[in-house]
T-cell receptor
Framework: GAVVSQHPSWVICKSGTSVKIECRSL??????MFWYRQFPKQSLMLMAT?????????EQGVEKDKFLINHASLTLSTLTVTSAHPEDSSFYIC??????????????FGDGTRLSIL | TQLLEQSPQFLSIQEGENLTVYCNSS?????LQWYRQEPGEGPVLLVT?????EVKKLKRLTFQFGDARKDSSLHITAAQPGDTGLYLC???????????FGKGTRLSVIA
């Protein structure tokens, strides 16, 4: 089945550091990737939608200069948290949609990245 | 913004009991998906329903999509400790829009 790989799975860094998270679709082409954030004991909140070769679309309240998204190929999207602060600590999850299937294409999820800012 | 209301938020039951989780919205969805998430991991897709009134079964799990495609339910028969986890419903109002998630139901099955 479709697999989405996310790396790293866990990051601990100092405040002010920029952190890059990679999301790869391993056996399918993903024209669209989504980035979600999940705080403890809460559900997934969509941060942005990333289309290959174009600028990401950010949800209301998500700072595009803070969370830089790049989707340069059909198998890779990256999320960079710039100048991270403790309030950015969260579980970040990417999701990818297979471009080959039509209609209600399923979204496949990565295993998430736990970001802890000290 | 489409909202998905999930209930109950927390559920603790004994092994062998049955339970139902509900997912409701005032919006119509083109498809609705149920996921299960373990701590520290991404959500894993259980089922996708697309037709109003559709019922799908996955072993002891039964999923139903409302006739108007605004609500869904997940019924678990004879729950087992291995069913413990966070159950999330997620809907999409058209083929190209992202999934919107409910707040989840945290299920704990006690042996």
């Amino acid at each position: 089945g479709a697999v989405v790989s996310q790396h790293p799975s866990w990051v601990i860094c100092k405040s002010g550091t920029s952190v890059k998270i990679e999301c790869r679709s391993l056996d399918f082409q993903a024209t669209t990737m989504f980035w979600y954030r999940q705080f403890p004991k809460q559900s997934l909140m969509l941060m942005a939608t990333s289309n290959e070769g174009s600028k990401a679309t950010y949800e209301q309240g998500v700072e595009k200069d803070k969370f830089l998204i790049n989707h340069a190929s059909l198998t890779l999207s990256t999320l960079t948290v710039t100048s991270a602060h403790p309030e950015d600590s969260s579980f970040y999850i990417c999701s990818a949609r297979d471009a080959r299937t039509g209609g209600n294409q399923p979204q496949h999820f990565g295993d998430g990245t736990r970001l802890s800012i000290l | 913004t489409q909202l998905l209301e999930q209930s109950p938020q927390f559920l603790s039951i004994q092994e062998g009991e049955n339970l139902t989780v509900y997912c409701n919205s005032s919006s119509v969805f083109s498809s609705l998906q149920w996921y299960r998430q373990e701590p520290g991991e991404g959500p894993v897709l259980l089922v996708t329903v697309v037709t109003g009134g559709e019922v799908k079964k996955l072993k002891r799990l039964t999923f139903q999509f409302g006739d108007a495609r605004k609500d869904s339910s997940l019924h678990i028969t004879a729950a087992q400790p291995g069913d413990t986890g966070l159950y999330l419903c997620a809907g999409r109002n058209s083929g190209n829009t992202p999934l919107v998630f409910g707040k989840g139901t945290r299920l704990s099955v006690i042996a």
